[in-house]
């Protein structure tokens, strides 16, 4: 029976038989309607295995999936995915216009808005009237994740499922993409978005779970209210006499808090780019001789550099 | 079936210069024999079978080895429609390439009802042997259907030689058995142009036949139906 529940995932643990290695290792996770769920981690973490059970291709050892309370190999939930491989393994002897119709038609689209839908989806993705005469074997990787794109928003689905979706992407692609998936998360659909990129994570997804070594060790709110922290460095004029308290003071004043302070530096926590700029207005408004300001590594590459991971949320008990 | 998987396999399997090339040469050559041989032995040609072999090589090997159907498999379309869909492209390739030599005898040698019937038994061999292909494939990757195929063969060709050496007749008739047993499993075939000649058709040869290949088809059907479409690095 259909409900709006989103995707449960409940307890899901994965054992390669060759090699016996444990990919997903009791991984629990909710995503909301309308939600994008960013899933980060080390290489090996099992990102990709996750994403394989969710998209119904792999088999969980132990554990529940579903989507809207449906499990994922489901006819009627696969009428509402759109997938966007990491490896982009096409059908290499069609064209890129025979590869959408051939997508439109799986899909089950409608044969008599077959040609418009995939003029449009071209557009959209920002490739023209000539790619879709080349074979997709001829197609360079930036275009290849952009028509990969293009079949995967084709059937306007409920679900989208992005591995790596900028990878090879030039800056402009990037900016594109990124204007693609906020009009897709208007329209409501709900977006798992596996990336390396973590930017991009940062700017697209409302929360982001890190994996290590098959398990979730934390689930972070990225928007929603929550305030997306960073570290800025500054520098202060060689010599000048620097006085923590007035400091703290200073900080205080523009929102911001005083992490460590260094001979000649300090590195504080601002909210986003507007709490940097009150920060700096305070310090040069109390007298302090800013001469640099420099931003740290955002929180999400900080999860990345902890050695064992951020202690926020327990393992596998992530929501 | 699913139409549109039919027909990307149909214009797949057409548009590969590796298998347009042997089916050129095949049909050429066989087409050459007929009308030499002026509809006398006319469906006596192993074309059907080669020809079902050249395109139905790989049919699902290839295709999970390349990693394509990790797209397909997720749009609403049951793995059994797919395997079927492939499986039915497959034939009718085979199938209309079959022909061809036939419809250049009738056109140019042999009498309409020996043509008929070695068309018809040239097609069923053709759609027998894509689905052993089929079978096989699901479960091997790449062409390793064909080599299995091959293996197949040998050990055929082996009984053969050791039927025909044998100075037991316990070892001939075992030999003998072996042979026709991979026979009815590993290359369905029926018989028909004898019909031309007054030999009627038994039933239990169009039963045999009927059983082996939708035997293929669950092979194939259950195999991909299990399938885990492995990611291998992450």
Known sequence: MTNSSGIVVEGVSKTYRRGGRRALDGVSLTVQPGEALGIIGPNGAGKTTL???LLGHLRPDAGSISLDGRPPDAIGVKAEIGFLPERLLFDRWMTGARFLRHHHALANLPAATRTADVLRAFERVGLDAEAGRRQVKTYSRGMLQRIGLAQALLARPRYLFLDEPASGVD???VLLFRRILSDARAEGTTVILNSHQLEQVERICDRVAFLRAGRVESVEVLHAGAAVKRHLRVRFAAGAPLDGESLARAAAAG???VITTLPGEAVCAVADDTGATRLLASLLEAGLPVVEARSEESRLERLFLEPSGPSAAPPGGAS | MNRELFLATFEQRLKSPVRMT???MLVFFTAIGF????GAGIANTPHGYLLGLIFAGGVLGQEFSSGVPHLTFTRPVPRHVYVLSRWAAVCAVAVLWTLVPFVTAFFMTATAPTVLLGMLEASLQAVGIASVVLGLSAGLPGLADLGGLAAVGMIQNAARVAGAIAQDAKVAAFAGMTVSYVD???????????AAYGQALSPHAVFQYASTVVFWLVVAVLLVNRKQLSYATD
Do not use: I, N
Request: charged letters at 5%; a positive charge.
């Open chain 1, 51 to 53: 994403f394989g059970c």
């Open chain 1, 171 to 173: 800056p402009a692609g």
């Open chain 1, 255 to 257: 929102g911001a808090t």
């Open chain 2, 22 to 24: 042997l089916s050129a």
């Open chain 2, 35 to 38: 009308l030499m041989t002026r």
């Open chain 2, 184 to 194: 009815a499993w590993f290359a369905p075939h029926l018989v028909l142009s004898a």
